[in-house]
């Protein structure tokens, strides 16, 4: 049985919160379930809800290693830089903060497949038209004349069926060959020296695209084309390329997220390695929050 923090109550049913044990009655008083895990929406919304549990835990008795462990919880997420968080629709969610985002992809929400098709749709509404040859327009109707045998004195000779599907495919590929990670992506922004914004038009998708031109590394949010996020995307991207540009004009950011120098892993790496020996019983509880503590410098 383990010991409630919020009552002192020893207990069999509990709800694990912030590395702290509540009952199942104090979880439920302190509506645990209902915001444990919420995505808020910047840090108007998350201050509002922190000093609604607070008032909430105060008046109702909770004992003092409960509130501390709330304000602990909330804290955590200040320091870090907060900003805003947003659900795109899609099966992803992003979470911004000052130096870093987050972003966790749903495999059960997030169909590749057709995400992969709405992103070249996107792409290709916002490329530029710089020349016939480059209109899509023209590209079908190109390809479609050769397929069919209207070669139009092209000068140029074609061998077979197999090198027109190609040459189709190769115009106007079908859908992006794009990559995703089902465990919480962080976006450090010392890692990227570009983003790269599209907003939703009509039913096409929308998507932030993170990439470092160097090694060319990406990572990409995507998002549906509902009037509330075409309004709000703009500002989330504003936020995040007024950050990663103070970072690439004066590296003020380079430093900002805790970081290990002597080794080619962050932090987030380094307390997943001590979560893995909870996990196998190598270490308690108690061992793995002093060390998470100290990593994270609380």
């Known amino acids: 049985m383990k010991k409630c923090i919020a009552c002192g109550k020893s207990v069999l049913l509990t709800d694990e919160f912030n590395g702290k044990t509540f009952c199942k009655t104090c979880s439920l008083k302190m509506h645990l379930p209902f915001w444990k895990n919420k995505l808020y929406s910047d840090m108007k919304e998350l201050e509002s809800q922190r000093d609604k549990i607070i008032n909430n835990i105060v008046s109702q008795g909770f004992l ?23 659900d795109g629709g899609l099966g992803q969610t992003i979470k911004v903060y000052g130096n870093h985002c987050i972003i966790n992809t749903d495999k059960n929400k997030f169909d ?70 089902y465990t919480p992506v962080y ?32 990572t990409i949010f995507f ?15 504003a936020y995040i390329n007024e950050c990663l540009s103070k970072n690439i004009s004066n590296n003020q950011l380079q ?19 001590y979560k893995n020996l909870l996990d196998d019983g190598i270490i308690s509880q108690e061992e793995f929050e002093i060390k998470k503590k100290e990593i994270l410098k609380l």
Request: glycine letters at 8%; one cysteine or more.
């Open 64 to 86: 003092e290693d409960a509130i501390a462990c709330v304000k602990e919880y909330f804290a955590a997420e200040e320091q870090n830089g907060f900003a805003y968080g947003q």
């Open 255 to 273: 430093n900002s997220l805790p970081y290990n120098s002597s080794s080619e892993h962050n932090i987030f790496d380094e307390i997943r390695e």
């Open 112 to 181: 590749i497949d057709e995400v992969s098709k709405e992103y070249v749709k996107t792409v290709n509404s916002t490329k530029p038209k710089t020349n016939f040859l480059s209109d899509p327009e023209f590209q079908r109707s190109l390809v479609k004349g050769l397929s069919s045998g209207r070669f139009l004195k092209t000068g140029i000779g074609l061998a077979s069926t197999a090198f027109f599907d190609a040459a189709r495919k190769e115009i106007i590929p079908e859908k992006a060959q794009i990559t995703v990670q």
């Open 223 to 237: 998002f549906r084309g509902t009037g509330k996020l075409k309004k709000r995307m703009p500002i989330i991207y």
């Open 187 to 218: 976006v450090r922004y010392t890692d990227f020296s570009n983003i790269e914004f599209a907003n939703a038009a009509g039913e096409n998708i929308g998507y932030l695209r993170f990439f470092n031109g160097n090694n060319g590394a990406e």
